[in-house]
């Protein structure tokens, strides 16, 4: 997605600083674009998760402890 920054008004250090920081976005951006994307469902079967105690709350308990 391109956007358009309105530099108008604006300092020459200041326009440097907001280049930098387009830069810096671009290449965070750029090395997740090179990170594997993990499938939750595939990593949840293959590494489970153990719990110890099975209770499940009733929604009445959930909305007691949000209070």
Do not use: S
């Not at 110890?52 to 949000?66: A, G, H, S, V, W």
């Amino acid at each position: 997605m391109i956007q358009n920054i309105n530099v108008e008004g604006l300092k020459p250090e200041q326009i440097k600083e907001i280049q930098a920081m387009v830069e810096a976005f671009k290449a965070k951006n750029q090395t997740n674009k090179n990170e594997p994307e993990i499938d939750m469902i595939e990593y949840l079967l293959e590494n489970p998760i153990h719990v110890d105690n099975l209770e499940f709350m009733k929604r009445e308990d959930i909305y007691d402890i949000n209070q």
